[in-house]
């Protein structure tokens, strides 16, 4: 969805992404996903009588890096809090967090719009915080459970102001954000295992206005795709009441991508009062400059830097470069292909045309089924398709021994389950026809049993070339190279 005619979109993004730690914020609970419930947890997580938090050097360490990442400005001194509400997964009753001076604050990042150019994003702060437990409603009864081996586990908050204006915009934030925490290893940030959720807060005013109207908000949505479509079924909500007459309430949403619709979760007449003051069992987070900078200098390259070497070093156009760093781990393995003799241009467009065209199928994110150099692996355990496979692939087209669609219909089992392209090329007789012999031979065949199209061709019509192209592609079983055929058949053609 492009701007909205007759509305301007007000978008804010709150972004929770869960930090690559070995243990829990507060308690030495390992941090794992998918294990069997309350395997991971402590006094601390439990919030027994007398249990205290230690804070996690490993977390703090990580938000820093997201924070001078993003261009954050990082307090030397910041604050955890109490937030007090009731969920029956938090024991304690409250959720540590950092409220009135957080880690960070004032950050920017700059997304690609449609127009082409840059547009900066603010980043009203980023702090840290306890995730919560999880209540399970999918057992043999009809009574629910508590897991809490997510209790504890530690977060950043990463709050945009509302500066985005459309779904577009919302995606090339979180795609921009997400490439820069996993670049710099601040999270895994695998959206399927909710370490990287974002609400979004979505609101309509007249073009021209200055006063912002009334925003909802839409929770813990965890996919690109859902996000976008999420919002964009928000603004047709929202502008459809509105030209109707009626007035948006403040609301918090839940988003079903099955059905691709909003359902109401609770409406919000006044912000909520979560009666936040410091955690008396935790000191103030006091963290050196000294500290601040060596985390500044030791950062890997980020995407914005990575986009612009590959468009200089390997004369990529910028929007697959773009493509290819904001997928991340397929830079890695773009870089990894280009290393091993792949021609960079030609890596490029088969990487974001093809290879991503086949992960949107298997409804995969890159970053989900490209662990990096190493190669595609879908299942951890299974084959991978590494970077020297791909190279090969493209070399045997580069040199003529493997159409550009035979290559194609390899290309999807080589992703899935590995293995040699030359191999696979030769076990399937798919190997070129490159002897002109042979072509010469196929022309005249079709060119014998299809008098109409010579017919045509000789009244001036040049597409029957194409069409005389196809037959002979199709008695080759795609094997034969469309190059040199058309260049006979013209020259026959143009002899009868």
Request: net charge negative; aromatic share 6%.
């Amino acid at each position: 969805m492009s701007a909205h005619p007759d509305y301007e979109v007000v978008i804010g993004l709150e972004v929770h992404v869960q930090l690559r730690t070995r243990s829990k914020l507060f308690s030495t609970a390992g941090v794992s996903y998918g294990d069997e419930p309350n395997q991971h947890t402590t006094p601390v997580c439990l919030a027994l009588p007398g249990a205290l938090p230690v804070l996690n050097a490993e977390a703090v360490e990580l938000a820093i890096r997201a924070g001078v990442a993003t261009n954050c400005t990082i307090h030397p001194t910041s604050i955890f809090a109490r937030k007090n509400y009731f969920y029956p997964d938090l024991p304690k009753g409250y959720q540590i967090s950092q409220f009135e001076e957080p880690l960070c604050t004032d950050g920017w990042l700059e997304i690609e719009t449609d127009s082409g150019g840059p547009k900066r994003i603010q980043l009203t702060r980023i702090h840290m915080e306890e995730d919560a437990g999880k209540s399970l409603h999918d057992g043999p009864t009809d009574r629910s459970r508590i897991d809490l081996n997510r209790a504890g586990v530690p977060l950043v908050e990463i709050v945009s102001e509302p500066d985005l204006r459309s779904a577009e915009e919302a995606t090339a934030y979180l795609r921009k954000l997400h490439a820069i925490l996993r670049t710099t290893g601040v999270s895994d940030a695998d959206m399927e295992k909710g370490q990287f959720r974002c609400d979004a807060n979505v609101s309509l005013r007249k073009h021209g206005e200055a006063e912002l109207g009334t925003r909802r908000e839409i929770k813990n949505v965890n996919s690109f795709r859902f996000v976008e479509a999420a919002i964009e079924a928000e603004v047709d909500y929202q502008a459809d009441l509105i030209d109707a007459g009626g007035e948006v309430r403040q609301a918090t949403v839940g988003y079903d991508a099955e059905s691709d619709r909003l359902f109401l979760m609770r409406l919000k007449e006044n912000a909520d009062d979560y009666r936040y003051f410091p955690d008396p069992d935790l000191i103030p987070l006091v963290i050196s400059q000294e500290r601040i900078d060596a985390i500044r200098a030791a950062l890997p390259e980020l995407p914005d830097a990575r986009r612009h070497r590959f468009e200089e070093a390997h004369g990529l156009a910028a929007a697959d470069a773009a493509k290819l760093v904001g997928a991340g781990a397929l830079a890695d393995f773009f870089e990894a292909a280009v290393a091993a003799g792949a021609e960079p241009k030609a890596a490029a467009n088969w990487l974001t045309r093809d290879v991503l065209a086949w992960l949107n199928e298997q409804e995969r994110e890159p970053g989900d089924a490209v662990p990096g150099p190493e190669g595609f692996r879908l299942d951890p355990e299974g084959p991978s398709f590494n970077a020297e496979g791909f190279a090969g692939l493209l070399g045997l087209v580069d040199a003529g021994r493997l159409t550009t669609k035979s290559a194609r219909d390899l290309l999807p089992d080589l992703l899935a389950e590995g293995g040699d392209p030359e191999r696979l090329m030769q076990e399937r007789g798919l190997e070129a026809v490159s002897d002109s012999g042979a072509l010469e031979a196929l022309a005249d065949d079709v060119l014998a049993s299809q008098p109409k199209a010579i017919a045509s061709f000789k009244e001036g019509d040049k597409k029957a070339v194409n069409f005389l192209m196809g037959q002979v592609m199709k008695q080759s079983q795609g094997k034969a190279d469309p190059a040199q055929i058309r260049q006979i058949l013209i020259a026959k053609l143009e002899a009868l």
